[in-house]
Each structure stands twice: as C-alpha cells, then as structure tokens.
C-alpha cells in the first residue's frame, strides 16, 4: 500500500520498518507520559503531535498490505493480536523524531525535485514506462488520500530518506565478517542419539512423609491460593436499554425509506484490466484474443503480471473512469470488451464474475431496521442514567439499591480471581466485558468508589469491592497428592539427568556407544541428516542441537527432550566445514550484515533523538483510535 510512497523495501527510510519492533520496545519504556496533547494526540515527539487520523490512515493501509500478503483479510483485532498497532505508532514516532531533526537542519525539497521523483518511481508507470496518471489515482484512493496529502506525504518522505541515508552510507561489511559468517552458518554436524526411558531405566521410589514436607517446603509458591475478592457489578448496557425502547411500524417504515439504498448490495463484477499505450495496440490484442489467445498471456505482452491486471470483485461505482466503468458492466460474463479509450489510458476489459444486486424489501430488514433505530433510542438515553446512577453514587447509596431501583442488572460475584476464575476454575462474571470488569474490581478496594468501566456496546459497568480474602499458603495437608505428584516428578528428572551424565562419561571414555542403550531403556541408536545450526532434525531438540556445535567429533553430551520429561544422548561423529561461499552467497551475507547493521544505526539514531527531543505516548487517545477502548488484555 505504501510501496509507491517508500519505493520498496530498498529505501532507508523502509529500512526503518525492519527495526520498528526493536524501536517500539524503546518507545513503550518511555515515560510519563505529557499532559499537554491536544485532543486527538496520541503521542508526541518533541513539539510535533501525532494526530489520532494521521495513526489511523496509517493502521488501514499497514492492515490492507497485510492482509494482501497473506492472501486473506486481516480484521483490526488480529492485527491488534499481532501489535501492528504498537508497531505502526512506533513508526510514526520515528518518523517524526527524524523530521525534527531534519528541521533542525534546515533540510528542504524544491517541489521540482518532488515532482522528478514521482516521475522516475516505478510504482507510477504504465506499460509505455511512462508517467501513468491512472496507476496515481488507484494508489491514492488505495491508500484513502487526496493528491495533496500525498504530496506532502512525499516531501516528509524524500527528506527523511536524505537524513537517514547520510547516516548508514557510511557502513562497509569487511571480507572477514563475510567469513565468519558463513563459516558460523553453513557448518554441518552428524550425530547419533538415543532417548532415555525413563519409565524403564529408573525407579522412583515412593516418597516417605518427611521426603514430601521437604519438597513442600522448598516449593512454597507453587502451592499458594490467589487473592480472590467478591464484587459487585452494575451493568448499564446499550444492548439491554434496547429491549426496553419503544419503536413504531411507522417509524420504521420511515428510516426504511430514508436510508434503503443502504440495506442494498449494488451488483459487483470480477474484472480484469489491460491498459496499453495506444488505441492501436489495444486493437492488435483484441485480435489475438478473437485468435485464440488468452487474457493473460496477452496481458504478459504488456510486460504485466496478474496482480497488476486484476482489479478484484468490484461495485461499479468503485471505478474511477465512468466510461470503462459503464462498458465493463454492460459485458456478459467471461466477456472482452472493445478498446475503451479512458480518461487515462486506452484498456481492454474482461469480466470473469458476475455476482447481481440484491435489493432488499422492508419486509426482509425491518427487524435490523427496528434494532438499529432502538438502539439510536437507547444510546439517547444513556447519559441521564448515567448521571443518575452517579448521583445515587454520591449519596451514599450501594450499587444494588441503585440497581433495584433504576431497574438495571445488577451480579452479584461471590469470588473471582484477577483471570476472572472461581476457586473451582469457571468464569465467575459470564459478560463479554468480564475482564475490564474484574480488572476495575482488582484495581479498587473496599469502600473506595472507583470510574466506571466502558463496555463494547457503548454502555457502562460500576464496580464495588466487597470483601478481599488474601492470597494464602496451602496447607500440607490440603495439597499432600499434589506435593507427592511433585516429589516423584523432580526426582525422576534427577535420576534421569544422573544417568545421562554417567552415559555422556562412558562414552566419551571409549564405551561403544550402541551398547550404552540398554542401560538407557532405548530401543536403538539413531542418526541425524547433516544438520547446521539453524536446523532441527529429528529427534534432536534445539538445546542439543546448539550443544552439539560445542562438541569435538566423537564427544558426547545430553539435553533435556522436546516435552521435559526425559532427556537424549548424542554423539558428535562427522564435523564438515562450510565450504567457502560463491561469489552471490558473498553478497547475498554482505547484504543481510548491512541491512542488520543498518537496522541497528537507525535504531539507535531514533532513539537518540526521541530521548533528547522527549517523546510520549497518550495511553486514552491511543485506545480511543485503535478502538480497545473498552477491551482488556
């Protein structure tokens, strides 16, 4: 989405993107936050604010490259999951800690050398490699911005890549580093192994009274009860409040009419496109299509790839040229249009899809439409019982009174931890905001009248604290099967890891290393394929695969198995140096180096300037724009 701004990612200034998690470490751990945003802000650099509409802009576009990679969407919550929001507000930070510094500088762009860049960028060309006005326009309405945000964009762009290039220009990746590097890689090691049995090679024996209170003793925490607290919860939700609002067949017919085009689904087409230089070459493709020849291969001619001549299943108002757009919805389906000479480029259209328009009666949405204008009722209605509910806050009166009399929900929560379990591990508030809510009762205490919680429907929780039953050892009797449980675990692993250390001496003392499996309950010796350090054969877990490379050939050495439960015997028997690297592996390793070094001069050169110029993030508007507002962890 943003490769036509950044021109991929061999500009310094993507490079930045590369190092954004390392930087949005060094972000978050900053603090306190200001106290002088304006509303909107969600962090500042410096006197720079960064507006809540600049971050969300940035979120979608970020949202929709990755949901094109992954050949899927993504909604915002996965992507939440996966901290592209964190990550996207770091980028922002950065971005506006090096324009301040590029102020600073009195760096600046003649707008001609704006213009020079837009016109040399690949992403801008059409198939006569020229300037393509069209190929702007649909990165502008991709990226939801008018030519001028775009420009400006550009400009702020242009100069950091200047600043930022200066900076790493300078890195150079020595012949030896290269060497080392591929020495290091590309290394393969052959060993064999076999796993001890445990079940068969040792014998625990049954832990006596005082063997068990030692290992109460010594393992205190993990037999300690969670705090837990009984709260009380009332609910003012919007989705409740709706049930009780009052809505008539006229006044549902009435919004139907106001607002019907909205309950339609206008005909979409699945369309593709091939654009050419002149009316000419469109024709001489229309006849090798009547020949016979395919849409794609046709296309290919072009110097086009698929993902550029698919425009995607599509309404026709989302096409930009009305002209191509009313030829390409009066084809039929696996139809080529005639050249259509558009605004911008004279085109070939191919309808693939067709899927019609679906419009709905009154009688098929009136109980969305119901719903809708309920809760539109309800929401108007919120605030005065919202101040209502404070009022009787004010006076004294318990949430429950408050509750009966207003008639709102009211739960009771007998006991709940701060993972909103019961002793006996259930949900103890079954509501879809139970861990905002049980996070408000965990944040209070008795007596203490804490904020509302904003729930996802718009409405508010009031949270009141009880009683609090502190956390509290177990007694050694309550827990006796699970300390035994315990006893006989630990000892076990340390039979197991007794045995492994004898058949790791014995064979490194000359022991056939075959004969050592009976000892070890194994069935056989195995052999790994030649592996590398960044490999994982087979039966090889990642700690004995690291081991292994700090093994002479023919020395042996253990590691715990994949599961914990046991631990694997392995031989070092054949050590092949990497050979030395081709002249693309050379550069293909001083690429990596620089890119890696590169991420970390940036790193530290943002970092740099967030501390000196100061930098903060506003927690509330940063919720308020992501839309977690009302979520919890």
Known sequence: MLDALRRGSTGLVAKILFSVLVVSFAIWGIGPVFTGYGRGSVAKVGSQEIRAEDFQRTFQNE?????RQAGRP???????????????LAQLMAWAAIEAHATQLQLALSDQAIIDSLKNDPSFKGPDDKFSRLAFDSILNQMGLSERGFLTLRRRDELREQLTTALVNGIAIPDSMIDLVNSWRDEKRVADYFVIDADKAVTVAEPDDAKLRETYES?????????????????????????????SDAEIAADYEETQESYNTPERRRLQQIAFKDKAAAEAAKSALAAGKSFGDVAKDT????ADIDLGLISKDRLIDPKIADAAFKLERDAVSDPIEGRFATVLVRVSAIEPAVNRSLADVKDQVRDKLAKTKAQGQLQPLIDQVEDNRSGGKPLKEIADQMKLQYLEVPTTDKANKTPEGSPAVALPDAFAIVKSGFESQVGLESEPVEIRDGGFAWVDVLSVTENKQKPYDEVKEQVKSLAIDKERERLVAELAAKLVEKANAGAGFGSLTAEAGAAKVETTPPFTRSTQPQ??????????????KGKAASAVTGNGKSRVVFKVTEITPAPPPTKEQRDQIAKTLKNELTDEALNEYVVGLQDRLGASINPVEFKRATGTETETQ
């Open 63 to 67: 949202l929709k490259a990755i949901s």
């Open 219 to 247: 393992n205190k925490g993990e037999f300690v009860s969670p705090e837990y607290r009984k709260l009380g919860v009332l609910v003012l939700s919007t989705d409740d409040l709706k049930t009780k609002m009052d809505v």
């Open 539 to 552: 039966g090889m877990p990642k700690d004995a695969v690291a081991r292994a490379f700090t093994l002479e």
């Open 303 to 306: 110097g086009a790839k698929d």
């Open 74 to 88: 993504l909604s915002a919550e996965q992507a939440r999951a996966i901290g592209l929001d964190q990550r996207v």
